[in-house]
């Protein structure tokens, strides 16, 4: 009894000191809102009230999601790469890894809010069912993919570069709108749901399969993965003929009032947040029931923790949507039309503190910091990051304000750049960047980023408000890949001065 009681006390001490870690980093972004707001860009005391509500509520949801995502989403996804370990064939690797990939993509948050914006931007050519399933059959099959490379053993940037060499050629004949559209999926698939189980799932492979590479097999899994969207988008849109996108981003309301915008959203995404863990509940019970077999007290760990992931993902979801957002896009929107000089110098200080906030940024960089053992430090990796999708933003704006620039002249040398490196750092920073520019780009991006640049795109009249607004999510997803593996070019230059 007396360790049940030490247990919880642990718990509870894990619990406040991932608080903290959340409050640190939810609290940048929170003052760069509130100096602009009594500076340059003053917005209604309503709005900011709900603001400030809104940031409470990320700070609590993230907390309770990390402690939750730690106990419970991680756990199931080692449980899962063990035994696909274990089977050791391909045909078992190959359907496992699909039917894992689609269900927990299928119920990813950010996916269910791309797709309806595609859904509106076409005007309803493209159905939110067929961008959920399509995509999700892109994640399925490059996640089957990439847990064969660590049963194989096969090398990380080799795969990555064919993939993004066919990536690159289907590009040439996807059309502007869908370029931007499939990269951003990419974004979208790798949230706050997803990234974890990826990650513990190639982590959970690649430990009980063991080698010298297994560290370093670790990681890249989100990469992999998120390469399939990119893939799946471009084919439908070329298979569908689409080219010519006639539609509308949705048309953004101002809300009135402070509590009652949280309370007119606080079911829907009590439901979505339902839909969003079921198909993994459900995965863990069979897979217990068959091949677990965990002990009582294991299982009820494992649950408490997807309850603890409902709850967090649940206050984080409504305190984005509800008081975050909107801010996001008045910002945007007053900036743009009163100060647009100013738009890349505040999109590089949002860049910088917005991923800091990101739930799967704190997965990624906490695992990276434990699978070798302190030797990468989170907060080197934090900074990395920081710098590069601040440049993501920051050269997002100036493509709004520069109609001749393209989303295709920063991908197109960004992903070339990116798979040149690959073959000059070390393996695992090679993992590290490609599972990077998939968690950067979280519902943090999705929401208060995204909702920015239309507002910055609104008030531009030669901007585009819909390629505009799409590509941003694109080019925070790519910017990652060349930060960390400069970051792993230093580390190497570093490791070859001392060895010397």
Request: proline letters at 4%; aromatic letters at 10%; a positive charge.
């Given at each position: 009894?007396v360790?049940?009681?030490k247990?919880r006390l642990?718990?509870?001490?894990?619990l406040?000191?991932?608080?903290?870690?959340?409050?640190?980093?939810?609290l940048?972004?929170?003052?760069?809102?509130?100096?602009?707001?009594?500076?340059?860009i003053?917005?209604?005391?309503?709005?900011?009230?709900?603001?400030?509500i809104?940031?409470?509520?990320?700070i609590?949801?993230?907390?309770f999601?990390?402690?939750?995502?730690?106990i419970?989403?991680?756990a199931?996804?080692?449980?899962?790469g063990?035994?696909?370990?274990?089977?050791?064939?391909?045909?078992?690797?190959?359907?496992?890894?699909?039917?894992?990939?689609?269900?927990?993509?299928?119920?990813?948050?950010?996916?269910?809010?791309?797709?309806?914006?595609?859904?509106?931007?076409?005007?309803?050519?493209?159905?939110?069912?067929?961008?959920?399933?399509?995509?999700?059959?892109?994640?399925?099959?490059?996640?089957?993919?990439?847990l064969?490379?660590?049963?194989?053993?096969?090398?990380l940037?080799?795969?990555?570069?064919?993939?993004?060499?066919?990536?690159?050629?289907?590009?040439?004949?996807?059309?502007?709108?869908?370029?931007?559209?499939?990269v951003?999926?990419?974004?979208?698939?790798?949230?706050?749901?997803?990234t974890?189980f990826?990650?513990?799932?190639?982590?959970?492979?690649?430990?009980?399969k063991?080698?010298k590479?297994?560290?370093?097999?670790?990681?890249?899994?989100?990469?992999?993965a998120?390469?399939?969207?990119?893939?799946?988008?471009?084919?439908?849109?070329?298979?569908?003929?689409?080219s010519?996108?006639?539609?509308?981003?949705?048309?953004?309301?101002?809300?009135?009032?402070?509590?009652t915008?949280?309370?007119?959203?606080?079911?829907?995404?009590?439901?979505e947040s339902?839909?969003?863990?079921?198909?993994l509940?459900?995965?863990?019970?069979?897979?217990?029931?068959?091949?677990?077999?965990?002990?009582?007290?294991?299982t009820?760990?494992?649950?408490?923790?997807?309850?603890?992931?409902?709850?967090?993902?649940?206050?984080?979801l409504?305190?984005?949507?509800?008081?975050?957002?909107?801010?996001?896009?008045?910002?945007?929107e007053?900036?743009?039309?009163?100060?647009?000089?100013?738009?890349?110098?505040i999109?590089?200080?949002?860049?910088?503190?917005?991923?800091?906030?990101?739930p799967?940024?704190?997965?990624?960089?906490?695992?990276v910091?434990?699978?070798?053992?302190?030797?990468?430090?989170?907060?080197?990796?934090?900074?990395?990051?920081?710098?590069?999708?601040?440049?993501?933003v920051?050269?997002?704006?100036?493509r709004?304000?520069?109609?001749?620039l393209?989303?295709?002249?920063?991908l197109?040398?960004?992903?070339?750049?990116?798979?040149?490196?690959?073959?000059?750092?070390?393996?695992?920073?090679?993992?590290?960047?490609y599972?990077?520019?998939g968690?950067?780009?979280?519902?943090?991006?999705?929401?208060f980023?995204?909702?920015?640049?239309?507002?910055?795109?609104?008030?531009?009249?030669?901007?585009?408000?819909?390629v505009d607004?799409f590509?941003?999510?694109a080019m925070?997803?790519?910017?990652?890949?060349?930060?960390?593996?400069?970051?792993?070019?230093?580390?190497?230059l570093?490791a070859n001065?001392?060895?010397?």
């Amino acid at each position: 009894m007396v360790y049940g009681g030490k247990e919880r006390l642990i718990g509870l001490d894990i619990l406040l000191r991932q608080f903290k870690e959340v409050m640190l980093s939810v609290l940048p972004i929170t003052f760069l809102v509130l100096i602009l707001n009594f500076s340059i860009i003053p917005i209604e005391n309503e709005m900011l009230i709900r603001f400030i509500i809104g940031a409470l509520l990320v700070i609590f949801g993230l907390g309770f999601f990390l402690f939750g995502a730690n106990i419970g989403i991680t756990a199931i996804g080692s449980l899962m790469g063990e035994t696909i370990a274990k089977s050791n064939k391909a045909s078992i690797t190959a359907i496992l890894g699909f039917i894992l990939g689609f269900f927990i993509t299928i119920a990813e948050p950010d996916l269910q809010i791309l797709a309806n914006q595609v859904n509106i931007a076409s005007g309803g050519i493209v159905p939110n069912s067929l961008i959920l399933i399509v995509v999700s059959i892109g994640v399925g099959i490059m996640v089957s993919f990439g847990l064969l490379r660590i049963l194989y053993g096969k090398p990380l940037n080799k795969l990555l570069t064919i993939t993004y060499f066919i990536i690159f050629i289907l590009g040439l004949n996807v059309s502007e709108e869908f370029l931007a559209i499939s990269v951003d999926a990419s974004g979208a698939t790798t949230g706050a749901m997803t990234t974890p189980f990826i990650l513990a799932l190639g982590y959970g492979t690649s430990k009980l399969k063991g080698g010298k590479t297994s560290e370093e097999d670790s990681f890249g899994m989100v990469g992999i993965a998120s390469a399939g969207p990119i893939l799946a988008i471009m084919i439908m849109s070329i298979i569908m003929k689409l080219s010519d996108i006639q539609g509308e981003v949705e048309a953004f309301t101002v809300n009135t009032g402070i509590i009652t915008p949280y309370l007119r959203i606080f079911p829907h995404i009590l439901k979505e947040s339902i839909v969003t863990l079921l198909p993994l509940l459900i995965l863990f019970l069979i897979f217990n029931k068959l091949r677990f077999k965990l002990n009582k007290k294991h299982t009820h760990t494992i649950l408490k923790g997807l309850l603890y992931t409902y709850i967090g993902l649940t206050l984080f979801l409504v305190g984005v949507n509800a008081g975050f957002m909107e801010v996001g896009r008045v910002m945007g929107e007053k900036i743009a039309l009163y100060h647009p000089i100013l738009l890349p110098i505040i999109g590089f200080l949002l860049g910088m503190v917005v991923v800091l906030a990101e739930p799967a940024v704190y997965v990624l960089t906490t695992q990276v910091e434990e699978v070798t053992s302190g030797y990468i430090k989170r907060k080197v990796i934090l900074a990395a990051l920081s710098i590069g999708i601040a440049f993501a933003v920051s050269l997002s704006m100036l493509r709004i304000m520069i109609p001749s620039l393209k989303l295709w002249h920063f991908l197109l040398p960004g992903f070339g750049i990116a798979a040149f490196l690959s073959y000059k750092v070390p393996s695992i920073f090679v993992g590290i960047a490609y599972d990077s520019g998939g968690v950067a780009s979280g519902p943090m991006t999705a929401t208060f980023v995204l909702a920015f640049a239309q507002g910055a795109a609104t008030a531009i009249p030669t901007a585009n408000v819909l390629v505009d607004g799409f590509g941003v999510i694109a080019m925070v997803a790519m910017t990652p890949l060349l930060a960390i593996q400069i970051l792993g070019l230093m580390f190497k230059l570093k490791a070859n001065k001392e060895g010397h």
